[in-house]
T-cell receptor
Framework: KAGVTQTPRYLIKTRGQQVTLSCSPISGHRSVSWYQQTPGQGLQFLFEYFSETQRNKGNFPGRFSGRQFSNSRSEMNVSTLELGDSALYLC????????????FGEGSRLTVL | AQSVTQPDIHITVSEGASLELRCNYSYGATPYLFWYVQSPGQGLQLLLKYFSGDTLVQGIKGFEAEFKRSQSSFNLRKPSVHWSDAAEYFCAVEGLQAGTALIFGKGTTLSVSS
């Protein structure tokens, strides 16, 4: 069974630009969550989508957005990039049950210059 | 508010020695608790989880963890560490909101010396 696939793995952007990251969950999983990982703040929850609906949202500004498609693939977008957005963005998929295990992808490492 | 504290930022253990990584949580109800491991350049992999029942849970790679409600702790243990266990370890609790949001500790980096 294929794991969670995130693209791109690495990308470099400049301040003010926007970026879109993609996540393909494990086949059959309907929930996709996004986390931001930085050395200072650790792992922070961004948002979760389940059956194309945002079910949960962390404490991030509106520049961070996401969506989920009918095939459960998800994208997250960050607009007007700031230096502080440099991070590893991790996607996790699960069956969607509240007590389910999260399966993480390898992440997309974003560097903002 | 829910929170997870991992008091040790970095631990070094000799290969073959025992390991205990500490985790304390703050939660208003019976928590769902997890330990994840992250190797360099990789995503997170679930080691074990506690939902209810037996307070000593077994996981993959020879790891176990014990839930102690009175101490609000969920410490991870391994009797004999291997060099391949060097990684970053994260304790997490499931948030009270709907969905599968996890609240993670800041992590503990494990180094293994020969």
């Amino acid at each position: 069974k294929a794991g969670v696939t995130q693209t791109p793995r690495y990308l470099i952007k400049t301040r003010g630009q926007q970026v879109t990251l993609s996540c393909s969950p494990i086949s059959g999983h309907r929930s996709v969550s996004w986390y931001q990982q930085t050395p200072g703040q650790g792992l922070q929850f961004l948002f979760e989508y389940f059956s194309e609906t945002q079910r949960n949202k962390g404490n991030f500004p509106g520049r961070f957005s996401g969506r989920q498609f009918s095939n459960s693939r998800s994208e997250m977008n960050v607009s007007t990039l700031e230096l502080g957005d440099s991070a590893l963005y991790l996607c996790a998929s699960s069956s969607g049950r509240n007590t389910g295990e999260l399966f993480f992808g390898e992440g997309s490492r974003l560097t903002v210059l | 508010a829910q929170s997870v504290t991992q008091p040790d930022i970095h631990i070094t253990v000799s290969e073959g020695a025992s390991l205990e990584l500490r985790c304390n949580y703050s939660y208003g109800a019976t928590p769902y608790l997890f330990w994840y491991v992250q190797s360099p350049g990789q995503g997170l992999q679930l080691l074990l989880k506690y939902f209810s029942g037996d307070t000593l849970v077994q996981g993959i790679k020879g790891f176990e963890a014990e839930f102690k409600r009175s101490q609000s702790s969920f410490n991870l243990r391994k009797p004999s560490v291997h060099w391949s266990d060097a990684a970053e370890y994260f304790c997490a609790v499931e948030g009270l909101q709907a969905g599968t949001a996890l609240i993670f500790g800041k992590g503990t980096t494990l180094s293994v010396s020969s």
